[in-house]
Every structure is written in C-alpha cells, then in structure tokens.
C-alpha cells in the first residue's frame, strides 16, 4: 500500500508539469526507439550480406581469373594469355579425390541483337550445373542441357531482362538472336526468372549482375569464338588469351571446404607470380560476416546507447529542478516525521515513472521500424524515381528484421539509466537540512 501511495503521489507529482515531464519522456523515447531501430538496421544488412554469400554456396569453391597488372604481363603479340586454362580444370577433377563436381565458365562481353533492337551484356558459356548453382530458375523453356552441350549446339537461354529488351512485344522462344562481331544465330530455347546481382564478398569476388546475360553451351562458345578476344581501336588493337573465366567447385560436404581449397591452393602455385587467379570460399566469408555482424551489432548499441544516456542526463537534470521546486514541500514532509528513505523513494519513484513511459512509448515506436522505412523507400522512390535508380542496391532492397533481445534490453538500459540518474536527485533531497528547508521561499 506504501508503494501504491508513493507511486500515486508521484504520479499526480509529474502531471502538475506535463510539458516538462513529457519533454524529459522524450529523451528516453528517443533512446528506446533508436536502440531498437539501429540493431534492427544493422541485422537486415547482415541478413542481406549472409543471404549473398549463401546464395554462392556453403560447400562450394570458387576459382576466377583475375587479368594481372600491366608490369606483370610480359607480350609482344599484343595478346596476353592469362587466368585459369582447360587442362588445370581436368587436373583438378582428376587429383583432388573430395571435388563433387567442377563447373567451368567462360564470360565475353558482347553485343546481342533481334531486327532492330540491341543490347550490350555478357555471353556465358556454362555447362547444365551453372543454373542449380547460381540460383537460376527458368521461366520458359528449357537450360542448357547436357546434350546440348555435348553436341556444341547454337541454342541459347536468354535473362529476363534481355528477352524483355529484345523481345518486348513477342515469345522469345523458338527466335534467333544475333551476335554481330561474330555474325552468329542463336536459338533462344529458354528464358529466366529475375535474379537480383549478387554483392561483392570479401576482396577476393566482384559482384555479378546477372539480368544482361544470354547462356549457351560452353562447347559451342569455345568451338565457334575461342579463346582469343581482340578488341580494336583506330589503327591499334588489344587482345587476351583467356580458356576459363572461373571453376566453381562442389565437395561432398562443409567439412571438407577448407581442406580442399587449400589443395586447390597448392595446384595452381603457378598462378601465383603473375597473381591472374583468386579463390573465394563462401564458407570461410560467412563466418566473416558473422564476425562482422556482431561487431556491426555492438557498435550500433553503443551509438543508440549514447542516446539513452542524454535521456538520463535530461532526466537527472529536470529532477534536480523539481528538488529545487519542492524544497519547502520537503522541509514539511521531513518536519511531520518522513525518514530519508521516504524520500528517496518517493524522487526514484517519479525518476523510474518517466523511465518506464518514455521506454514503453520508445517499444511501440521502435517496432514501426520496418514499415516506416518500406513507406520511406516508397515514397521516396515515388517521389524522386531518377535518384533511388542510383541509390546503393543495398539502400534500395535491404529492409530491417527487429532483434527480438533489443527489446528487452532496450526497456531494461532506460529503467537503470532512469534509476541512476534520479539516484543523485533523490539524495540530494533526502539530505536537506529540515530546518533549512522550511525556511526556503
């Protein structure tokens, strides 16, 4: 009954200043709220940079060629051969027991036209492995097929965004695609769904856009275009040598991803003074986003932190004013026999008021996290359409997944940092001298 009278009194003690009080809640609202939409922020960034790196694979290794620096290459064709070769991707399949299987690529910038309409994007050349590892899925028609392949047929699969660039108003499939450099046909025999790029991970793998590609088997690439690509410009040209783009290697299971791109590693030392090849293995970067994300995670906290802690500062300030206020009230309550704890608990009690309302009003608002910002982005984007174009990928899709620990620990910082700080306030009233206090005007 003592705590209801005291909680009571303390009540009707904060409603006789509504605008001081409410400016004071707002400080720990504010502290509330940013807690939880910060880590809510920072854990849909992670979840973004984990869902990028798992859409690589666990249990895969990726080797790409990389073209070394000019002092590095040393021709006088003014062709440079470089990078991953045919041979190394068989030696591979047939030394290294715990490799699943190998998928070998071969990328080339081109042009693609239908009639009048054309496009610049890459032309893939990939065995039927590529779509499961990638996360391709067809819309219409078929993948490359093993067949297909085997057989060096002119047959191609088209990303959405290219069959809707090159074929806007008809079915893709069953149509010809043309590659002018090389004066080629293609039979379009399948078309994707939309494939988001993916980010680039760690330092060792570019991100990779995959809506301007068109996809054909990686025999017929190598028989009707070969590996040497000449670029021409005015009177001078500059070519490359190149067989393989990049190996994407599956083992049987996670345990073995380590082990086997340190093999890797040593079999392909000889790349290792030009530096033309790296090998990612998304195992190893997500357990580096996972580092990243908690440290990503503390750092945030300690930033909206900060917050809570000026809210504290707000509420210690605005007590040691009503001290000031209430000094002949204290004085009185002292006089008609009220200890010391009395009044301590009767200022905690009004500092832990406004803790628990700004912290409760900071809750609700810190769950609107994820809608307000969706409505942000879609009225930012409805607004000013040009500039969310050239906005970060991140930017544009991530969206905050609320922390479900951010809550309560939120709600518990405010109530100690309310407690704290009205700690001083309250035994600076408790110690005023009654005599002293009676008199003050």
């Given at each position: 009954?003592?705590?209801?009278?005291?909680?009571?009194?303390?009540i009707?003690?904060?409603?006789?200043?509504?605008?001081?009080?409410?400016?004071?809640?707002?400080?720990?609202?504010?502290?509330v709220?940013s807690?939880?939409?910060?880590?809510?922020?920072?854990?849909?960034?992670?979840?973004?940079?984990?869902?990028?790196?798992?859409?690589?694979?666990?249990?895969?290794?990726?080797?790409?060629?990389?073209?070394?620096?000019?002092?590095?290459?040393?021709?006088?064709?003014?062709?440079?051969?470089?990078?991953?070769?045919r041979?190394?991707?068989?030696?591979l399949?047939?030394?290294?027991?715990?490799?699943?299987?190998?998928?070998?690529?071969?990328?080339?910038?081109r042009q693609?036209?239908?009639?009048?309409?054309?496009?610049?994007?890459?032309?893939?050349?990939?065995?039927?492995?590529?779509?499961?590892?990638?996360?391709?899925?067809?819309?219409q028609?078929?993948?490359?097929?093993?067949?297909?392949?085997?057989?060096?047929?002119?047959?191609?699969?088209?990303?959405?965004?290219v069959?809707?660039?090159?074929?806007?108003?008809?079915d893709?499939l069953?149509?010809?695609?043309?590659?002018?450099?090389h004066?080629?046909y293609?039979?379009?025999?399948?078309?994707?769904?939309?494939?988001?790029?993916?980010?680039?991970?760690?330092?060792?793998?570019?991100?990779?856009?995959?809506s301007?590609?068109?996809?054909?088997?990686?025999?017929t690439?190598?028989?009707?275009?070969?590996?040497?690509?000449?670029?021409?410009?005015?009177?001078?040209?500059?070519?490359?040598?190149?067989?393989?783009?990049?190996?994407?290697?599956?083992?049987?299971?996670?345990?073995?991803?380590?082990?086997?791109?340190?093999?890797?590693?040593?079999?392909?030392?000889?790349?290792?003074?030009?530096?033309?090849v790296?090998?990612?293995?998304?195992?190893?970067?997500?357990?580096?986003?996972?580092?990243?994300?908690?440290?990503?995670?503390?750092?945030?906290?300690?930033?909206?932190?900060?917050?809570?802690?000026?809210?504290?500062?707000?509420i210690?300030?605005?007590?040691?004013?009503?001290?000031?206020?209430?000094?002949?009230?204290?004085?009185?309550r002292?006089?008609?026999?009220?200890?010391?704890?009395?009044?301590?608990?009767?200022?905690?009690?009004?500092a832990?008021?406004?803790?628990v309302?700004g912290?409760?009003?900071?809750?609700?608002?810190?769950?609107?996290?994820?809608?307000?910002?969706i409505?942000?982005r879609?009225?930012?984007?409805?607004?000013y359409?040009?500039?969310?174009?050239?906005?970060?990928?991140?930017?544009?899709?991530?969206?905050?997944?609320?922390?479900?620990?951010?809550?309560?620990?939120a709600?518990?910082?405010?109530?100690?940092?309310?407690?704290?700080?009205?700690?001083?306030?309250?035994?600076?009233?408790?110690?005023?001298?009654?005599?002293?206090a009676?008199?003050?005007?």
């Amino acid at each position: 009954m003592l705590w209801l009278r005291t909680l009571n009194l303390g009540i009707k003690s904060l409603w006789l200043h509504p605008l001081r009080s409410l400016l004071t809640v707002l400080g720990i609202f504010i502290g509330v709220a940013s807690v939880i939409w910060l880590l809510a922020i920072s854990e849909g960034i992670s979840l973004e940079a984990r869902r990028q790196i798992e859409s690589l694979g666990a249990d895969t290794i990726m080797i790409r060629s990389v073209k070394p620096s000019a002092e590095k290459l040393s021709t006088n064709s003014g062709v440079t051969p470089y990078g991953l070769t045919r041979e190394e991707y068989d030696m591979l399949l047939a030394t290294v027991p715990t490799i699943k299987s190998a998928i070998p690529i071969r990328e080339i910038r081109r042009q693609f036209q239908y009639r009048d309409r054309m496009i610049e994007g890459r032309l893939v050349g990939c065995t039927p492995e590529y779509a499961e590892v990638t996360r391709l899925e067809v819309a219409q028609g078929h993948f490359i097929s093993d067949a297909e392949n085997f057989l060096r047929e002119t047959n191609c699969v088209l990303a959405s965004r290219v069959a809707d660039r090159l074929f806007p108003y008809e079915d893709p499939l069953g149509k010809r695609v043309y590659i002018p450099e090389h004066k080629d046909y293609y039979n379009v025999v399948g078309v994707l769904k939309h494939r988001n790029a993916s980010a680039a991970v760690g330092g060792s793998l570019d991100s990779q856009d995959f809506s301007n590609d068109i996809y054909i088997p990686i025999k017929t690439l190598q028989q009707r275009i070969g590996d040497t690509v000449v670029r021409r410009s005015g009177g001078s040209f500059e070519g490359e040598m190149l067989e393989l783009n990049q190996i994407t290697v599956r083992v049987g299971s996670t345990s073995e991803v380590e082990s086997t791109a340190e093999v890797i590693k040593d079999a392909l030392k000889s790349h290792d003074n030009l530096e033309d090849v790296v090998i990612a293995v998304p195992l190893e970067l997500l357990k580096q986003a996972e580092t990243t994300r908690l440290m990503f995670m503390v750092l945030m906290g300690l930033v909206a932190a900060i917050s809570l802690m000026v809210g504290g500062i707000g509420i210690m300030n605005i007590m040691l004013a009503t001290v000031t206020e209430r000094t002949r009230e204290i004085g009185i309550r002292r006089a008609l026999g009220a200890k010391q704890k009395d009044i301590v608990s009767q200022f905690l009690v009004e500092a832990a008021v406004l803790s628990v309302v700004g912290g409760i009003t900071g809750i609700l608002a810190g769950l609107f996290c994820k809608p307000a910002i969706i409505f942000a982005r879609w009225l930012f984007a409805r607004n000013y359409p040009d500039t969310m174009a050239i906005l970060p990928e991140i930017v544009r899709t991530v969206t905050p997944e609320i922390v479900p620990a951010s809550i309560p620990i939120a709600f518990g910082i405010s109530l100690v940092v309310g407690v704290v700080f009205g700690l001083f306030p309250a035994i600076r009233a408790a110690q005023m001298n009654p005599i002293e206090a009676l008199r003050h005007e």
